[in-house]
Protein backbone atom coordinates (compact mmCIF):
# COMPACT_ATOMS: atom_id res chain seq x y z
CA UNK A 1 0.00 0.00 0.00
CA UNK A 2 2.80 2.08 0.89
CA UNK A 3 4.37 1.44 -2.44
CA UNK A 4 1.09 2.17 -4.43
CA UNK A 5 0.82 5.72 -2.86
CA UNK A 6 4.48 6.73 -3.20
CA UNK A 7 4.57 5.97 -6.76
CA UNK A 8 0.70 7.82 -7.40
CA UNK A 9 2.37 10.62 -5.95
CA UNK A 10 5.40 10.56 -8.29
CA UNK A 11 2.79 10.39 -10.93
CA UNK A 12 1.08 13.30 -10.19
CA UNK A 13 4.58 15.26 -9.27
CA UNK A 14 5.54 14.20 -12.83
CA UNK A 15 2.21 15.13 -14.44
CA UNK A 16 2.39 18.73 -12.69
CA UNK A 17 5.82 19.61 -13.49
CA UNK A 18 5.05 18.34 -17.33
CA UNK A 19 1.62 20.39 -17.30
CA UNK A 20 4.08 23.54 -16.01
CA UNK A 21 6.50 22.68 -18.79
CA UNK A 22 4.27 22.68 -21.59
CA UNK A 23 4.48 26.13 -23.69
CA UNK A 24 2.16 26.88 -26.73
CA UNK A 25 3.58 25.54 -30.03
CA UNK A 26 2.99 27.42 -32.80
CA UNK A 27 2.40 25.72 -36.31
CA UNK A 28 5.54 26.60 -38.18
CA UNK A 29 3.82 26.60 -41.49
CA UNK A 30 1.37 29.11 -39.94
CA UNK A 31 -0.41 32.03 -42.40
CA UNK A 32 0.72 35.69 -41.34
CA UNK A 33 -3.58 36.63 -41.08
CA UNK A 34 -6.45 34.12 -41.61
CA UNK A 35 -10.30 35.96 -43.05
CA UNK A 36 -12.49 33.95 -41.06
CA UNK A 37 -15.30 32.76 -43.42
CA UNK A 38 -19.19 31.20 -42.59
CA UNK A 39 -18.92 27.10 -41.25
CA UNK A 40 -15.37 28.11 -39.12
CA UNK A 41 -14.66 27.16 -35.49
CA UNK A 42 -12.74 28.39 -33.31
CA UNK A 43 -11.12 25.10 -33.00
CA UNK A 44 -10.03 25.23 -36.68
CA UNK A 45 -9.35 28.55 -36.53
CA UNK A 46 -6.54 28.32 -33.84
CA UNK A 47 -5.39 25.11 -35.27
CA UNK A 48 -3.86 26.77 -38.46
CA UNK A 49 -1.63 28.94 -35.86
CA UNK A 50 -1.60 26.25 -32.95
CA UNK A 51 -0.12 22.57 -32.68
CA UNK A 52 -2.63 22.08 -30.39
CA UNK A 53 -5.53 24.23 -31.15
CA UNK A 54 -7.42 23.85 -27.04
CA UNK A 55 -4.38 25.52 -25.73
CA UNK A 56 -5.78 29.49 -27.35
CA UNK A 57 -6.60 30.43 -23.69
CA UNK A 58 -3.06 30.49 -23.41
CA UNK A 59 -2.51 32.57 -26.18
CA UNK A 60 -6.07 35.12 -26.40
CA UNK A 61 -5.53 37.99 -24.22
CA UNK A 62 -8.42 39.37 -22.67
CA UNK A 63 -8.59 43.77 -23.78
CA UNK A 64 -11.18 44.94 -20.87
CA UNK A 65 -10.93 48.56 -23.38
CA UNK A 66 -13.26 46.00 -26.20
CA UNK A 67 -16.61 44.64 -25.30
CA UNK A 68 -17.17 41.11 -25.88
CA UNK A 69 -13.66 40.77 -28.38
CA UNK A 70 -14.12 37.02 -28.03
CA UNK A 71 -16.71 37.23 -30.68
CA UNK A 72 -15.67 36.35 -34.25
CA UNK A 73 -17.45 36.73 -36.99
CA UNK A 74 -17.25 35.68 -40.84
CA UNK A 75 -14.93 37.98 -42.29
CA UNK A 76 -12.99 39.23 -39.39
CA UNK A 77 -9.32 38.81 -40.03
CA UNK A 78 -7.22 37.02 -37.34
CA UNK A 79 -3.20 37.68 -36.64
CA UNK A 80 -0.36 36.52 -34.82
CA UNK A 81 1.95 38.45 -32.84
CA UNK A 82 3.72 38.54 -30.22
CA UNK A 83 3.52 40.38 -26.82
CA UNK A 84 6.89 40.50 -24.25
CA UNK A 85 8.21 37.56 -26.45
CA UNK A 86 4.65 35.62 -26.31
CA UNK A 87 2.75 34.77 -28.96
CA UNK A 88 -0.69 37.06 -28.97
CA UNK A 89 -3.49 37.02 -31.37
CA UNK A 90 -5.29 39.78 -32.70
CA UNK A 91 -8.55 40.45 -34.76
CA UNK A 92 -9.11 43.36 -37.13
CA UNK A 93 -12.76 43.75 -37.75
CA UNK A 94 -14.39 46.11 -40.77
CA UNK A 95 -13.73 49.18 -38.33
CA UNK A 96 -10.04 48.60 -38.95
CA UNK A 97 -9.25 48.25 -34.83
CA UNK A 98 -7.20 45.66 -33.78
CA UNK A 99 -8.42 44.07 -30.78
CA UNK A 100 -7.36 41.05 -28.68
CA UNK A 101 -9.05 38.12 -28.67
CA UNK A 102 -10.22 36.63 -25.13
CA UNK A 103 -11.55 33.20 -24.41
CA UNK A 104 -14.11 33.88 -22.53
CA UNK A 105 -17.80 32.72 -23.66
CA UNK A 106 -20.79 35.26 -23.08
CA UNK A 107 -24.34 34.90 -24.10
CA UNK A 108 -25.92 37.45 -26.08
CA UNK A 109 -28.58 38.24 -28.90
CA UNK A 110 -25.79 38.55 -31.68
CA UNK A 111 -24.00 35.66 -30.58
CA UNK A 112 -26.05 33.10 -32.60
CA UNK A 113 -24.29 34.96 -35.85
CA UNK A 114 -20.50 34.22 -34.21
CA UNK A 115 -18.29 31.50 -34.83
CA UNK A 116 -18.78 28.42 -32.63
CA UNK A 117 -15.95 26.93 -30.72
CA UNK A 118 -17.01 23.36 -32.40
CA UNK A 119 -19.10 21.96 -34.75
CA UNK A 120 -22.19 22.15 -32.71
CA UNK A 121 -24.90 20.85 -34.77
CA UNK A 122 -22.53 17.75 -34.69
CA UNK A 123 -23.10 16.04 -30.82
CA UNK A 124 -27.13 18.11 -30.85
CA UNK A 125 -28.48 14.74 -31.09
CA UNK A 126 -26.26 13.25 -28.52
CA UNK A 127 -27.49 16.14 -25.98
CA UNK A 128 -31.14 14.86 -25.36
CA UNK A 129 -31.91 11.69 -27.12
CA UNK A 130 -28.72 9.22 -26.63
CA UNK A 131 -27.84 8.29 -23.09
CA UNK A 132 -25.50 5.89 -20.99
CA UNK A 133 -27.39 4.78 -18.12
CA UNK A 134 -25.63 3.39 -15.31
CA UNK A 135 -26.40 0.06 -12.94
CA UNK A 136 -28.33 2.02 -10.51
CA UNK A 137 -30.77 3.45 -13.01
CA UNK A 138 -30.99 0.56 -14.57
CA UNK A 139 -32.51 -1.22 -10.95
CA UNK A 140 -35.09 1.80 -10.31
CA UNK A 141 -36.32 2.16 -14.45
CA UNK A 142 -39.99 1.61 -14.46
CA UNK A 143 -41.11 -0.69 -17.69
CA UNK A 144 -44.03 -0.92 -19.84
CA UNK A 145 -46.32 -3.70 -18.83
CA UNK A 146 -49.22 -3.31 -21.39
CA UNK A 147 -50.08 -1.16 -24.86
CA UNK A 148 -53.55 0.39 -23.34
CA UNK A 149 -55.07 -1.19 -26.54
CA UNK A 150 -53.84 -4.73 -26.18
CA UNK A 151 -51.18 -4.64 -29.31
CA UNK A 152 -47.71 -5.34 -29.32
CA UNK A 153 -46.62 -1.65 -30.41
CA UNK A 154 -47.10 1.67 -29.30
CA UNK A 155 -46.75 5.10 -30.92
CA UNK A 156 -47.47 8.88 -30.34
CA UNK A 157 -50.83 8.88 -28.77
CA UNK A 158 -51.54 5.24 -27.72
CA UNK A 159 -52.01 4.71 -23.95
CA UNK A 160 -49.72 2.16 -21.80
CA UNK A 161 -49.42 0.95 -18.82
CA UNK A 162 -46.28 0.75 -16.47
CA UNK A 163 -45.15 -0.50 -13.08
CA UNK A 164 -42.13 0.22 -11.32
CA UNK A 165 -42.11 4.13 -12.06
CA UNK A 166 -40.13 6.56 -9.87
CA UNK A 167 -42.89 8.59 -7.90
CA UNK A 168 -40.63 11.62 -7.52
CA UNK A 169 -43.28 14.20 -8.54
CA UNK A 170 -42.50 13.44 -12.25
CA UNK A 171 -45.04 13.79 -14.71
CA UNK A 172 -42.97 13.38 -17.99
CA UNK A 173 -40.70 10.31 -18.69
CA UNK A 174 -38.34 8.96 -21.40
CA UNK A 175 -39.18 5.83 -22.98
CA UNK A 176 -35.19 4.00 -23.67
CA UNK A 177 -34.77 0.75 -24.75
CA UNK A 178 -31.25 -1.26 -23.11
CA UNK A 179 -28.65 -1.92 -25.63
CA UNK A 180 -24.73 -2.82 -25.41
CA UNK A 181 -22.82 -2.95 -22.21
CA UNK A 182 -20.17 -1.04 -21.99
CA UNK A 183 -17.02 -2.55 -19.67
CA UNK A 184 -13.58 -1.09 -18.16
CA UNK A 185 -10.99 -2.64 -20.78
CA UNK A 186 -8.79 -2.58 -17.51
CA UNK A 187 -11.63 -5.15 -15.63
CA UNK A 188 -14.01 -6.54 -18.03
CA UNK A 189 -16.08 -7.80 -15.07
CA UNK A 190 -16.68 -4.34 -14.11
CA UNK A 191 -19.98 -3.24 -16.83
CA UNK A 192 -19.52 1.10 -16.55
CA UNK A 193 -23.20 1.46 -18.32
CA UNK A 194 -25.26 0.14 -20.96
CA UNK A 195 -25.94 1.85 -24.44
CA UNK A 196 -29.78 3.43 -23.85
CA UNK A 197 -31.67 3.67 -27.44
CA UNK A 198 -33.95 6.34 -27.31
CA UNK A 199 -37.41 5.37 -28.26
CA UNK A 200 -40.04 8.44 -26.87
CA UNK A 201 -41.78 10.49 -24.24
CA UNK A 202 -44.50 9.58 -21.91
CA UNK A 203 -46.86 11.99 -19.89
CA UNK A 204 -48.33 10.47 -17.11
CA UNK A 205 -52.29 10.20 -16.44
CA UNK A 206 -52.67 8.22 -13.61
CA UNK A 207 -50.07 7.10 -10.69
CA UNK A 208 -50.93 3.81 -9.81
CA UNK A 209 -49.34 0.26 -10.03
CA UNK A 210 -49.91 0.04 -12.61
CA UNK A 211 -49.48 3.51 -13.88
CA UNK A 212 -51.28 5.06 -17.08
CA UNK A 213 -49.54 6.94 -19.46
CA UNK A 214 -49.84 8.43 -23.07
CA UNK A 215 -46.84 8.79 -25.66
CA UNK A 216 -46.76 11.98 -26.47
CA UNK A 217 -43.25 11.09 -28.94
CA UNK A 218 -42.40 8.25 -30.56
CA UNK A 219 -38.94 7.72 -32.64
CA UNK A 220 -39.21 4.37 -33.25
CA UNK A 221 -42.07 1.53 -31.92
CA UNK A 222 -43.05 1.67 -28.45
CA UNK A 223 -42.63 -2.18 -27.31
CA UNK A 224 -43.93 -3.86 -24.14
CA UNK A 225 -40.68 -4.27 -21.79
CA UNK A 226 -39.39 -0.85 -22.80
CA UNK A 227 -38.34 1.04 -19.64
CA UNK A 228 -39.08 4.57 -18.44
CA UNK A 229 -36.80 7.05 -16.65
CA UNK A 230 -37.88 10.54 -15.24
CA UNK A 231 -36.92 13.16 -17.71
CA UNK A 232 -34.71 15.46 -16.32
CA UNK A 233 -34.49 18.42 -18.73
CA UNK A 234 -30.66 19.21 -19.73
CA UNK A 235 -28.88 22.22 -19.46
CA UNK A 236 -29.09 24.07 -23.06
CA UNK A 237 -25.24 23.73 -24.49
CA UNK A 238 -24.70 26.52 -26.88
CA UNK A 239 -21.39 26.43 -26.68
CA UNK A 240 -18.40 24.57 -24.98
CA UNK A 241 -15.10 25.65 -24.08
CA UNK A 242 -12.23 22.89 -24.76
CA UNK A 243 -9.71 22.73 -22.31
CA UNK A 244 -7.34 20.78 -20.86
CA UNK A 245 -8.05 18.62 -17.97
CA UNK A 246 -6.06 19.94 -14.37
CA UNK A 247 -5.58 16.81 -13.41
CA UNK A 248 -3.71 13.42 -14.69
CA UNK A 249 -7.02 11.51 -16.61
CA UNK A 250 -6.39 8.10 -18.29
CA UNK A 251 -8.84 5.86 -20.08
CA UNK A 252 -10.24 4.41 -23.13
CA UNK A 253 -12.50 4.03 -26.16
CA UNK A 254 -15.38 1.72 -25.15
CA UNK A 255 -17.92 2.20 -27.71
CA UNK A 256 -18.85 4.27 -31.14
CA UNK A 257 -22.48 5.51 -31.29
CA UNK A 258 -22.60 5.11 -35.24
CA UNK A 259 -21.84 1.46 -35.55
CA UNK A 260 -18.45 1.65 -37.83
CA UNK A 261 -15.35 0.22 -36.41
CA UNK A 262 -12.60 2.98 -37.47
CA UNK A 263 -13.23 6.03 -36.24
CA UNK A 264 -12.22 9.31 -37.71
CA UNK A 265 -12.53 13.34 -36.97
CA UNK A 266 -16.09 14.30 -35.96
CA UNK A 267 -17.38 11.09 -34.80
CA UNK A 268 -18.71 10.19 -31.18
CA UNK A 269 -17.22 7.73 -28.80
CA UNK A 270 -17.79 6.40 -25.41
CA UNK A 271 -15.05 6.98 -23.21
CA UNK A 272 -14.51 4.80 -20.08
CA UNK A 273 -13.98 8.31 -17.91
CA UNK A 274 -17.06 9.53 -16.16
CA UNK A 275 -18.11 11.87 -13.38
CA UNK A 276 -16.39 9.69 -10.85
CA UNK A 277 -13.39 10.52 -12.57
CA UNK A 278 -13.63 14.61 -12.86
CA UNK A 279 -14.40 14.77 -16.41
CA UNK A 280 -16.74 17.65 -17.62
CA UNK A 281 -17.66 19.44 -21.25
CA UNK A 282 -14.75 20.82 -22.62
CA UNK A 283 -11.80 18.52 -21.42
CA UNK A 284 -9.67 17.38 -24.38
CA UNK A 285 -7.91 14.16 -24.40
CA UNK A 286 -5.10 12.61 -26.43
CA UNK A 287 -5.76 9.33 -27.88
CA UNK A 288 -3.05 6.66 -28.32
CA UNK A 289 -3.09 3.90 -30.74
CA UNK A 290 -1.53 0.57 -28.78
CA UNK A 291 1.71 -0.36 -30.21
CA UNK A 292 1.96 -2.76 -32.62
CA UNK A 293 3.40 -6.54 -31.88
CA UNK A 294 6.29 -7.40 -34.77
CA UNK A 295 8.35 -10.03 -34.97
CA UNK A 296 12.47 -8.83 -34.87
CA UNK A 297 13.45 -10.99 -38.24
CA UNK A 298 17.02 -10.27 -37.33
CA UNK A 299 16.76 -12.03 -33.59
CA UNK A 300 17.66 -15.66 -33.65
CA UNK A 301 14.73 -16.65 -31.66
CA UNK A 302 12.48 -13.71 -34.07
CA UNK A 303 11.59 -12.02 -30.97
CA UNK A 304 8.06 -10.34 -30.90
CA UNK A 305 8.33 -6.75 -29.91
CA UNK A 306 5.32 -4.44 -29.20
CA UNK A 307 5.93 -1.01 -30.51
CA UNK A 308 5.55 2.38 -28.83
CA UNK A 309 1.74 3.60 -29.11
CA UNK A 310 1.19 6.00 -31.52
CA UNK A 311 -0.41 9.48 -31.46
CA UNK A 312 -3.97 9.14 -33.17
CA UNK A 313 -6.06 11.99 -32.31
CA UNK A 314 -7.71 14.36 -29.71
CA UNK A 315 -10.92 13.59 -28.46
CA UNK A 316 -13.48 16.51 -26.63
CA UNK A 317 -15.92 15.43 -23.76
CA UNK A 318 -19.36 17.15 -24.97
CA UNK A 319 -21.55 14.96 -22.43
CA UNK A 320 -20.86 13.08 -18.94
CA UNK A 321 -22.27 10.06 -17.58
CA UNK A 322 -21.70 8.76 -13.88
CA UNK A 323 -18.90 6.59 -15.22
CA UNK A 324 -19.26 7.25 -19.14
CA UNK A 325 -18.68 10.27 -21.55
CA UNK A 326 -19.58 10.83 -24.88
CA UNK A 327 -16.58 12.82 -26.59
CA UNK A 328 -16.08 14.06 -30.07
CA UNK A 329 -13.37 13.29 -32.02
CA UNK A 330 -11.38 16.86 -33.32
CA UNK A 331 -8.73 16.12 -34.38
CA UNK A 332 -7.37 12.20 -36.08
CA UNK A 333 -3.83 11.73 -37.32
CA UNK A 334 -4.35 8.12 -38.05
CA UNK A 335 -7.33 5.66 -37.54
CA UNK A 336 -9.01 4.83 -34.02
CA UNK A 337 -10.35 1.83 -32.52
CA UNK A 338 -12.34 0.73 -29.59
CA UNK A 339 -9.41 0.29 -26.74
CA UNK A 340 -7.51 2.55 -27.62
CA UNK A 341 -5.76 4.95 -25.17
CA UNK A 342 -7.30 8.40 -24.32
CA UNK A 343 -5.18 10.33 -21.86
CA UNK A 344 -3.92 14.10 -20.99
CA UNK A 345 -1.93 15.96 -23.84
CA UNK A 346 1.61 14.48 -23.10
CA UNK A 347 3.86 16.78 -25.02
Known amino acids: MVMKTLLIAVSMLLFTMSAVAQDVVINPDHPDHYTVVKGDTLWGIAGKFLRDPWRWPQVWKHNPEIKNPHLIYPGDVIYLTYQDGKPVFRMERMSDQVVRLSPQIYTEANAAQSVP ?13 SYVISDQELGYSGYILENGEGR ?14 SMEDSKEYIIYRTGEAYSDPDDPEQVLGYQATYVGMAQLLVADDPSTLRVVESDREVLNGDQLLPFVPQPTLDQLNPRAPDE ?17 QYQIVVLSLGEVDGVVPGHTLSVWQHGRKVVDQRSEEREEVILPDALAGVAMVFRVFENTSYALIMNAYREMYVNDKVMNDVF
Open 152 to 165: LIAGEGSTIFARNL
Open 248 to 264: LMEGHIIGLLDGIERIG
Open 117 to 129: AIPMDTIKPFLSK
